[in-house]
């Protein structure tokens, strides 16, 4: 289809001496090149040399002249100055959500007459009237029942604020579920998988955008103030994410570089965890440890600033009114005895009981919403688990009541002006009064009433929150798995308190646990159940430990926390190898290549290789014999992301590799810019161009969109050594030659297909490119 009109065009544009003008298309960078598709995986080899290059040559033009010295000096610190400004974007959302999730959550009980704004304890600070024995009874505050009935006593009142209870969280839960199914269906779950599988190089468009950004904190406040069984933790390192991709845009460095881009979102993940429990250290060990899967220096050093300016911008809004960064400060006041450390492994062995357990029961339940017809009504399930969770919490206080405030009561440790029934025991008369601390004592009726109701809230939390976490609203994990762990741990501390009290004379209290002393704290233990519970369902362990003693305040602990922690993810090992989030990779298909998972199988790169015994031969561009058109058909003909350029096809000798994407686009500009490129000119990858025939139409040099280096490994490669060239140096594909012939061409997904099967599970669930 070489029509005339082009002919003479293309003789028109003809040197002097008849030889066609070539446009090489290095002269100036066509736009497109070198970027990807979405659900695509970015090459970091790539990325990484492009970076070096622009590197290299702002480093040699600084020298010439003041303008670039200046230039190199802001490019320097650009990095540090986007690193602030995520710190102070994320701080501010985090302070924002915290304070209207406290008040949205109160909303529910009643209101404020002095202003509707106020929360509950913001209501009562001003009133004058209240008293320290009642100090959450105050006139300005008013129960629904007191509003709409006129008292807060009897059946009628009870069932009024009952049905308000449920009735706002519908109201909440309807809210947020519509924003996310109407705005940005990405908004929803906690992030982190996702989170994970981008930092390993592959590309979702949209999933860390501004309308992402803007439903996902609007949101998390709705599902966090409707009081299902979720925590607002993961879905911040979301927003952080999102807030350090949207301000990426503004320094050209970041924007044109995907690997350089990946540094940032590891830091922001830090920044995440940071305003999300004031933890800024634990921050950056949970995105080292947890999410990234390239971790330099430098971004170790970027995340600790960021994580440090989001820190001080959370702290100087306040939140929490109590001017420390985190809600569950504690001050305990015994030390902890050598023989508590048996209670403390059985409570990490709890943990990783019930952490195998979750992540066995949820995925079961996450793959039903999937493959029934649960899946096609989002907003009915929601609604339906809400109605649910509210009917089955109000009757009992402590489900009642916002996760974190029953967490932050079961850390407390009983004092003499505690008001609380897990507090109400028996009196013994006080004879050193100079402390806080009181001697063990025996339990009153309070007490007992107590525990029977955080056995029910044990139960009903450990089943909602499987049902909950992976519903179309933003959901945590880590606020749920730290109650339920709190709950369990609170119980046995009473348990042994009382045990030490009545039986102090038992073999393993004798000795340290006198009549009238204070032995034990059950507010430790609760803490100590609390990091179990974390690490058995997330499999986390440094990172879990420095978080839980930033978040509580108790540097003592730390043995304790850490004995807890490594029993509890020993033990959830043994039970299921991933943790929670890599459990959710997996089942949505994500290609992520795990880093912690051992490939041991005896297989060689050629087992794994495509094009496989029975498949047509794989499929090639030579470097000089064809045409646009014998290209435009291959690549019409075909859906591979790149194709490998070889010398010609009976030799089979390779050349490079070229990109799918790159190849279109160069096409298509050359068409529009370059005269009289038509269906019959001949596309060269080589250095030179051979003189062409007279009135044969020009011919398209594309030399400059090939990889030159491309990554080969000879068909006997053992499987292992390729599985960890894959990982670490994040390729996306492989060539495998044999005497230096192509012989066939393997990609991340052929080997996350390989490593399914070799594991019998179905090779055809990992979905991406």
Same mark, same amino acid.
């Given at each position: 289809?070489?029509n005339?009109?082009? /002919?003479?065009? %293309?003789?028109?544009?003809? *040197?002097p001496?008849?030889?066609?003008?070539? !446009?090489?298309? @290095?002269? $100036?960078? +066509?736009?497109?090149?070198?970027?990807?598709?979405?659900?695509?995986?970015?090459?970091?080899?790539?990325?990484?040399?492009?970076?070096?290059?622009?590197?290299?040559?702002?480093?040699?033009?600084s020298?010439?002249?003041?303008?670039?010295?200046?230039?190199?000096?802001?490019d320097?610190?650009?990095g540090?100055?986007?690193?602030?400004?995520?710190? /102070?974007?994320? %701080?501010?959302?985090?302070? *924002?959500?915290?304070?209207?999730?406290?008040? !949205?959550?109160? @909303?529910? $009980?009643? +209101?404020?007459?002095?202003?509707?704004?106020?929360n509950?304890?913001?209501?009562?600070?001003?009133?004058?009237?209240?008293?320290?024995?009642?100090?959450?009874?105050?006139?300005?505050?008013?129960?629904?029942?007191?509003?709409?009935v006129?008292?807060?006593?009897?059946?009628?009142?009870?069932?009024?604020?009952?049905?308000?209870?449920?009735?706002?969280?519908?109201?909440?839960?309807?809210?947020?579920?519509?924003?996310?199914?109407?705005?940005a269906?990405?908004?929803?779950?906690?992030?982190?998988?996702?989170?994970?599988?981008?930092?390993?190089?592959?590309?979702?468009?949209?999933?860390?955008?501004?309308?992402?950004?803007?439903?996902?904190?609007?949101?998390?406040?709705?599902?966090?103030?409707?009081?299902?069984?979720?925590?607002?933790?993961?879905?911040?390192?979301?927003?952080?994410?999102?807030?350090?991709?949207?301000?990426?845009?503004?320094?050209?460095?970041y924007?044109?570089?995907?690997?350089?881009?990946?540094?940032?979102?590891?830091?922001?993940?830090?920044?995440?965890?940071?305003?999300?429990?004031g933890?800024?250290?634990?921050?950056?060990?949970?995105?080292?440890e947890?999410?990234?899967?390239?971790?330099?220096?430098?971004?170790?050093?970027?995340?600790?600033?960021?994580?440090?300016?989001?820190?001080?911008?959370?702290?100087?809004?306040?939140?929490?009114?109590?001017?420390?960064?985190?809600?569950?400060?504690?001050?305990?006041?015994?030390?902890?005895?050598?023989l508590?450390?048996?209670?403390?492994?059985?409570?990490?062995?709890?943990g990783?009981?019930?952490?195998?357990?979750?992540i066995?029961?949820?995925?079961?339940?996450?793959?039903?919403?999937?493959?029934?017809?649960?899946g096609h009504?989002?907003?009915?399930?929601?609604?339906?688990?809400?109605a649910?969770?509210?009917?089955?919490?109000?009757?009992?206080?402590?489900?009642?009541?916002?996760?974190?405030?029953?967490?932050?009561?079961?850390?407390?440790?009983?004092?003499?002006?505690?008001?609380?029934?897990?507090?109400?025991?028996?009196?013994?008369?006080?004879?050193?009064?100079?402390?806080?601390?009181?001697?063990?004592?025996?339990?009153?009726?309070?007490?007992?009433?107590a525990?029977?109701?955080?056995?029910?809230?044990?139960?009903?939390?450990?089943?909602?929150?499987?049902?909950?976490?992976?519903?179309?609203?933003?959901?945590?994990?880590?606020?749920?798995?730290?109650?339920?762990?709190?709950?369990?741990?609170?119980?046995?501390?009473?348990?042994?308190?009382?045990?030490?009290?009545?039986?102090?004379?038992?073999?393993?209290?004798?000795?340290?646990?006198?009549?009238?002393?204070?032995?034990?704290?059950?507010?430790?233990?609760?803490?100590?159940?609390?990091?179990?519970?974390?690490?058995?369902?997330?499999?986390?362990?440094?990172?879990?430990v420095?978080?839980?003693?930033?978040?509580?305040?108790?540097l003592?602990?730390?043995?304790?926390?850490?004995?807890?922690?490594?029993?509890?993810?020993?033990?959830?090992?043994?039970?299921?190898?991933?943790?929670?989030?890599?459990?959710?990779?997996?089942?949505?298909?994500?290609?992520?290549?795990?880093?912690?998972?051992?490939?041991?199988?005896?297989?060689l790169?050629?087992?794994?290789?495509?094009?496989?015994?029975?498949?047509?031969?794989?499929?090639?561009?030579?470097?000089?014999?064809?045409?646009?058109?014998?290209?435009?058909?291959?690549?019409?003909e075909?859906?591979?992301?790149?194709?490998?350029?070889?010398?010609?096809?009976?030799?089979?000798?390779?050349?490079?590799?070229?990109?799918?994407?790159?190849?279109?686009?160069?096409?298509?500009?050359?068409?529009?810019?370059?005269?009289?490129?038509?269906?019959?000119?001949?596309?060269?990858?080589?250095?030179?161009?051979?003189?062409?025939?007279?009135?044969?139409?020009?011919?398209?040099?594309?030399?400059?969109?090939?990889?030159?280096?491309?990554?080969?490994?000879?068909?006997?490669?053992?499987?292992?050594?390729?599985?960890?060239?894959?990982?670490?140096?994040?390729?996306?594909?492989?060539?495998?030659?044999?005497?230096g012939?192509?012989l066939?061409?393997?990609?991340?997904?052929?080997?996350?297909?390989?490593?399914?099967?070799?594991?019998?599970?179905?090779?055809?669930?990992?979905?991406?490119?």
């Amino acid at each position: 289809n070489v029509n005339v009109n082009d /002919l003479h065009r %293309g003789k028109a544009e003809n *040197g002097p001496n008849g030889v066609p003008k070539l !446009m090489d298309l @290095l002269d $100036e960078p +066509v736009p497109g090149v070198g970027t990807y598709e979405d659900f695509n995986t970015i090459d970091w080899v790539r990325e990484k040399s492009k970076d070096r290059d622009r590197h290299r040559e702002i480093a040699t033009k600084s020298k010439e002249s003041v303008l670039a010295l200046m230039k190199s000096i802001s490019d320097a610190f650009s990095g540090w100055l986007l690193m602030l400004l995520v710190g /102070l974007m994320s %701080g501010a959302l985090a302070g *924002g959500i915290d304070i209207s999730a406290h008040w !949205m959550t109160d @909303l529910k $009980e009643g +209101v404020c007459l002095n202003g509707f704004w106020f929360n509950h304890e913001h209501c009562c600070w001003n009133s004058n009237e209240t008293t320290f024995q009642e100090r959450d009874k105050c006139p300005n505050w008013k129960s629904w029942a007191e509003l709409i009935v006129g008292t807060n006593d009897g059946p009628f009142a009870y069932i009024m604020n009952y049905l308000m209870y449920v009735c706002w969280a519908l109201l909440f839960s309807f809210l947020a579920v519509s924003l996310v199914r109407a705005f940005a269906p990405y908004a929803c779950g906690s992030g982190i998988p996702e989170i994970k599988t981008i930092l390993s190089g592959f590309i979702i468009r949209g999933y860390l955008g501004k309308w992402t950004l803007v439903i996902k904190t609007i949101t998390l406040v709705l599902a966090v103030s409707s009081g299902l069984s979720l925590g607002k933790e993961g879905p911040l390192v979301h927003v952080a994410c999102c807030c350090a991709n949207i301000l990426c845009h503004l320094f050209t460095k970041y924007r044109r570089n995907e690997a350089k881009r990946r540094e940032v979102l590891s830091a922001a993940a830090a920044v995440g965890v940071s305003v999300a429990f004031g933890a800024p250290i634990g921050g950056v060990l949970f995105s080292l440890e947890e999410v990234s899967y390239y971790f330099p220096l430098k971004t170790l050093w970027r995340s600790f600033f960021a994580a440090l300016v989001a820190a001080f911008t959370l702290r100087s809004i306040n939140p929490f009114g109590n001017s420390r960064l985190v809600l569950f400060y504690v001050e305990f006041h015994s030390p902890w005895h050598l023989l508590e450390l048996i209670p403390f492994v059985l409570l990490g062995i709890f943990g990783g009981i019930w952490g195998a357990f979750f992540i066995r029961a949820n995925i079961a339940w996450c793959r039903r919403r999937k493959t029934t017809r649960l899946g096609h009504y989002p907003v009915l399930e929601v609604l339906v688990v809400t109605a649910v969770t509210a009917l089955l919490a109000f009757p009992n206080s402590y489900t009642r009541m916002s996760t974190s405030e029953l967490i932050s009561e079961l850390f407390n440790d009983c004092g003499l002006l505690d008001s609380s029934q897990l507090c109400n025991y028996a009196n013994v008369s006080v004879t050193k009064s100079s402390s806080n601390a009181l001697p063990d004592r025996p339990a009153g009726q309070d007490v007992y009433t107590a525990m029977w109701q955080l056995s029910l809230a044990l139960v009903f939390k450990m089943l909602i929150t499987v049902v909950t976490f992976g519903m179309k609203v933003p959901s945590g994990l880590f606020i749920p798995s730290m109650a339920v762990g709190a709950i369990a741990g609170r119980l046995l501390g009473v348990g042994m308190e009382q045990l030490a009290y009545y039986h102090h004379d038992w073999v393993i209290f004798r000795g340290w646990c006198s009549p009238g002393a204070d032995c034990i704290t059950p507010g430790l233990y609760a803490m100590v159940g609390a990091a179990a519970c974390l690490g058995g369902v997330t499999r986390m362990t440094v990172s879990l430990v420095v978080i839980m003693f930033e978040l509580t305040g108790g540097l003592e602990y730390i043995v304790p926390l850490m004995a807890a922690t490594m029993t509890s993810k020993w033990v959830a090992d043994a039970l299921g190898r991933e943790g929670i989030y890599e459990a959710h990779i997996r089942l949505n298909g994500y290609p992520f290549l795990e880093p912690k998972e051992e490939f041991s199988h005896k297989t060689l790169a050629m087992d794994v290789m495509r094009p496989r015994r029975s498949d047509p031969p794989l499929s090639v561009i030579t470097q000089d014999g064809m045409s646009v058109e014998d290209v435009e058909s291959l690549i019409a003909e075909t859906s591979y992301s790149g194709f490998p350029v070889v010398v010609s096809h009976e030799s089979q000798r390779l050349v490079g590799f070229v990109q799918r994407r790159d190849l279109v686009i160069s096409i298509e500009n050359a068409r529009q810019r370059q005269e009289g490129v038509v269906s019959a000119s001949r596309i060269f990858f080589t250095e030179y161009t051979p003189p062409q025939p007279p009135n044969s139409p020009p011919p398209l040099k594309l030399r400059g969109i090939m990889d030159l280096s491309p990554f080969t490994v000879t068909d006997h490669t053992a499987m292992d050594i390729v599985v960890d060239i894959f990982r670490k140096l994040g390729l996306r594909q492989c060539l495998v030659t044999h005497n230096g012939r192509l012989l066939g061409i393997i990609t991340k997904k052929d080997i996350l297909k390989h490593m399914a099967q070799m594991a019998n599970r179905d090779p055809d669930s990992i979905l991406f490119n």
